[in-house]
C-alpha cells in the first residue's frame, strides 16, 4: 500500500539553513534561531513549481538526498515521507486519497444536489444489482458546475468516502503542459490508475481549463489543449457505467465546455451548485461552530 501522502513531489536540493538569505524581524524567538541552524530543502512540484521550505518536515534530512520522491502535505507543502524509488510515478500529477474522511454533514444548505449525486455516483457503485435487476444504465460522470467556493471539491470527496473508493483528484490547468502529449499522457495515467485502484472516483476540477470548444487554431498550445480534451472524451468512452469507476467533474464555466463532453454515456448529469441561500449560510456557519464553544443565542 502506497504511503498516505496528500502530493508527490521531487527532492531538488538541500543546504544548510543558514546559507539562505533570511531577513529576521527584531525580537524573534528562539525557535527561529533553531530553525536557522538546521536545513533547508528545495522541492519540485508536479506541476513544475519550484518550493523553497524554510523547515523540511517530519523526515530526517540525513535520510534525503537530491533526486528522492517525496511526500508532501498539500498546504505547507512539508515533507511528511520519503517515498521508496519504485513509488507508483503516476500519482506525482495528480492528487490521490485512498481513505477520504469527508462526511455529507461537513457540507451545508446541499440536500439536493447530495441526494442527485448520491443517486448518479453513489448508488451505482455500492448497489450495482439494483440497477442491473430494472435495466437502468448509470450515468458514467457527472458535471457539476457554479461559483467558486460553493462545495463541488467537499462534495466529491463525500462521495469518495461514502462508496470507501480512491479518491484521484486532477487540476485542469495541471493538464495543460508545456510539451506536446504530456497532458494526454496524464489523463490516460489517471484512468488506468483508477481501474487498478477501483471503486474509484476521478475528479476533475476546473475542467474548462481543457475542456473548452473546440476550434480552428494555429497556435500550438490550443492545439495541445484539444489533443488532451480528446483523450478525456477517449476515455470517458472506454470504459463501462459498471466499472466501479465514476468520474466527477467541476467547473464555473459550463457555458464554455465543449458539447461532445455532455452527451449521453460521458458527463451527461449536471448538477448545480448555486451560492447558498440564508437558511444555508446558517446551517454553514452551524457546520463551522460545532467544535467552538459559542453562546446558544
Do not use: W
Not at 249 to 270: E, F, Q
Amino acid at each position: 500500500m502506497s504511503p498516505p501522502v496528500a502530493n508527490v513531489c521531487l527532492h531538488f536540493q538541500l543546504f544548510d539553513s543558514e546559507d539562505a538569505e533570511e531577513e529576521e524581524e527584531d525580537g524573534a524567538v528562539g525557535d527561529i534561531d533553531a530553525q536557522r541552524k538546521g536545513k533547508c530543502v528545495v522541492i519540485k512540484t508536479s506541476t513544475r513549481q519550484t518550493i523553497f521550505l524554510p523547515v523540511i518536515g517530519l523526515v530526517d534530512h540525513t535520510l534525503l538526498k537530491p533526486g528522492d520522491l517525496v511526500g508532501v502535505n498539500k498546504d505547507s507543502y512539508l515533507v511528511l515521507d520519503k517515498l521508496p524509488a519504485e513509488y507508483d510515478s503516476r500519482v506525482r500529477a495528480m492528487e490521490v486519497d485512498e481513505r477520504p474522511q469527508e462526511e455529507y454533514n461537513d457540507v451545508g444548505g446541499l440536500d439536493k444536489q447530495i441526494q442527485e449525486l448520491i443517486e448518479a455516483v453513489v448508488l451505482p457503485m455500492t448497489h450495482k444489482e439494483r440497477f442491473e435487476k430494472i435495466g437502468i444504465r448509470p450515468p458514467k460522470g457527472v458535471l457539476m458546475y457554479g461559483p467558486p467556493g460553493t462545495g463541488k471539491t467537499l462534495l466529491a470527496r463525500a462521495c469518495a468516502a461514502q462508496t470507501k473508493a480512491t479518491f484521484l483528484k486532477l487540476a485542469g490547468p495541471q493538464l495543460v503542459q508545456m510539451f506536446i502529449g504530456d497532458g494526454a499522457k496524464m489523463v490516460r495515467d489517471a484512468f488506468e490508475l483508477a481501474k487498478e485502484k477501483a471503486p474509484a472516483i476521478i475528479f476533475i476540477d476546473e475542467l474548462d481549463a481543457i475542456g473548452t470548444k473546440r476550434f480552428d487554431s494555429e497556435l500550438s498550445g490550443d492545439r495541445e489543449v484539444q489533443r488532451t480534451m480528446l483523450e478525456l472524451l477517449n476515455q470517458l468512452d472506454g470504459f463501462s457505467s459498471d466499472d466501479r469507476i465514476k468520474v466527477i467533474a467541476a467547473t464555473n464555466r459550463p457555458d464554455v465546455l465543449d458539447p461532445a463532453l455532455l452527451r449521453s454515456g460521458r458527463l451527461d448529469r449536471k448538477i448545480e451548485l448555486p451560492h447558498p441561500n440564508e437558511e444555508a449560510r446558517e446551517r454553514i456557519l452551524q457546520i463551522h461552530a460545532r467544535k467552538m464553544n459559542v453562546n446558544k443565542e
